[in-house]
């Protein structure tokens, strides 16, 4: 086997690796991983948060029988994708294996570990991205048209997984019109992106037909949010993603800017800049500009070889290598749920230093917001089991919860068979199961949401279960309550609840 393929094989296997080593086994899924594979049981063209791509891999999850192995790999392997295609671009461009060394070690020692351990569109995202530059820049390296179509695939797929890359789209277009505008009279450009509506297309019909989801998606994070955010935080954030090797980078992209071997490709940089640009008007999150890195860290690695080709810089090439690993080791445990999470409480002030532990209403918490989103969730599941196991008498059965992740973690927990939950948060709201009268019924509440009188006067008994007892989690105190025997007709209140909530969503 031939070196190369020797040394990226290592490279892959310290990518699964590390994806794995970055969680602690006392954590539990993401509050997002518990919706996205709920997905998979209710398959739709699109969903009031997410195109359908991800739900399509919950299916696969679901086939391999689920459980938090499959669902942690999947990002994993987008990861290893992403590696696999930067590597093959910085052979493209012309480096050799210490460019392609380095381009697999700036992105192991990166925020994409921290992205590709939670199962999110994040990081197909993050691969589509990749791949609409690899394709832009071959077709700039042969005018071979198949490149444009690939172009197209990622564009079409990426819009099936995640609509921000409409971003990176507009800022391709706007800088590949300032420098190489050749590209728009030709007609296979027109026919990628023919090939990318097509894909998208029976996405674009659902929003129509469901009135344009995404617009109140859109509102509701600009409103609960987006509100928080800056351009000048989503700027300051670009750094933290890369600074183990930031002080390389920095000198590589001002290399490739101003070399020879540079100039054909002097447009991603600058499509990357305009996206940027978009991206901060927007005061949108600073993750959302991660799919320029895999192409910006390659493009890195191919000038540094390229700068070090000869002489005594030449000799500084394993201290290259070696630079991001030594800076990030200290800081993995730092950003990554390693630990138990009362171990983390002691390096506390580091988080806030870094802004780690900022949520995204704005406000400082002991933990980083994905650690608290990863807690109580496998508690909550058993506490709506202990109801189930309380009830009395005969009849329907429905788990009632105040948001998408407390019904996705009871359906992802819970050991009681044919049991489902649902809320009327997020795409729940569709799947609701009203064909048989409800008897009994099981709330799920935050700590600040009790049981109303009316409630209580609804059913002939109701019991507080138990509360999610860990301090840390997001969830803290959100309590499980038993009601039996019910009085009336909860279907038909449920019924008018849902048609109210989707008039919302539906902008009716």
């Known amino acids: 086997m031939k070196k190369e393929y020797l040394l990226l094989l290592f490279f892959i296997l310290a990518k699964f690796a590390l994806q794995y080593l970055a969680v602690h086994p006392d954590y539990d899924l993401q509050r997002d991983e518990f919706l996205h594979l709920d997905q998979a049981k209710h398959l739709a063209w699109g969903y009031l948060s997410v195109p359908p791509f991800i739900s399509w891999n919950s299916v696969l999850i679901n086939g391999l029988r689920g459980g938090e192995f499959w669902v942690r790999f999947f990002p994993a392997l987008y990861g290893v994708l992403t590696l696999v295609l930067a590597w093959d671009l910085v052979k493209r461009l012309g480096g050799g294996l210490f460019a392609q060394s380095l381009s697999a070690i700036f992105l192991l020692c990166s925020a994409m570990i921290r992205v590709n351990i939670l199962y999110q569109p994040n990081a197909p995202d993050i691969l589509f991205w990749t791949l609409a530059f690899y394709s832009l820049i071959r077709w700039v390296q042969n005018s071979n048209p198949k490149?444009?179509?690939?172009l197209g695939v990622a564009f079409g797929l990426g819009m099936l997984n995640k609509y921000s890359i409409a971003f990176l789209g507009l800022g391709m277009m706007l800088s590949l019109l300032l420098t190489?505008?050749?590209?728009?009279?030709?007609?296979?450009?027109?026919?990628?992106?023919a090939l990318a509506f097509l894909l998208f297309l029976p996405t674009l019909i659902w929003q129509i037909t469901h009135g344009f989801p995404v617009l109140t998606h859109m509102r509701l994070l600009q409103q609960f949010q987006?509100?928080?955010?800056?351009?000048a935080g989503f700027l300051a954030e670009q750094a933290l993603f890369i600074f183990p090797s930031l002080l390389l980078i920095l000198p590589a992209l001002i290399g490739f800017l101003i070399s020879d071997w540079g100039k054909p490709y002097r447009w991603v940089l600058l499509s990357a800049g305009m996206t940027l640009a978009i991206l901060a008007y927007f005061q949108a999150k600073g993750y959302y500009a991660?799919?320029?890195?895999?192409?910006?860290?390659?493009?890195?690695?191919?000038s540094l070889e390229k700068m070090s080709k000869s002489g005594w810089i030449r000799k500084l090439r394993p201290v290259a290598l070696a630079l991001p690993i030594i800076l990030f080791l200290p800081a993995f445990n730092l950003i990554h749920p390693t630990v138990r999470p009362?171990?983390?409480?002691?390096?506390s002030p580091n988080y806030a230093k870094?802004?780690?532990?900022?949520w995204e209403d704005g406000k400082e918490y002991p933990l980083p917001q994905d650690f608290a989103d990863m807690l109580g969730?496998?508690?909550?599941?058993?506490?709506?089991?202990?109801?189930?196991?309380?009830i009395k008498e005969p009849g329907r059965v429905l788990v009632l919860c105040g948001n998408y992740g407390e019904a996705g973690a009871v359906n992802f927990y819970s050991k009681t068979s044919g049991l489902e939950a649902f809320t009327m948060n997020a795409d729940y709201l569709y799947w609701f199961d009203l064909e048989e009268p409800i008897r009994h019924l099981i709330l799920?509440?935050?700590?600040?949401?009790?049981?109303t009188e009316r409630e209580k006067g609804f059913f002939d008994s109701y019991t507080e279960i138990g509360r999610v007892s860990h301090p840390l989690a997001r969830e803290a105190g959100t309590t499980v309550y038993l009601l039996q025997g019910a009085k009336g007709d909860v279907n038909s209140i449920l019924r008018e609840e849902i048609v109210e909530e989707k008039r919302v969503w539906e902008g009716n």
């Open 377 to 390: 969730w496998s508690e909550l599941g058993s506490l709506v089991d202990q109801a189930v196991a309380q």
């Open 147 to 150: 490149w444009i179509y690939l």
């Open 180 to 193: 190489y505008s050749k590209l728009f009279k030709n007609k296979h450009l027109y026919g990628g992106l």
């Open 342 to 347: 009362e171990k983390i409480l002691v390096s």
């Open 444 to 451: 799920v509440r935050i700590a600040e949401e009790p049981l």
């Open 354 to 358: 870094l802004g780690l532990n900022r």
């Open 290 to 302: 991660l799919g320029l890195y895999p192409t910006l860290l390659a493009l890195s690695a191919f």
């Open 226 to 231: 987006l509100v928080n955010n800056s351009a």
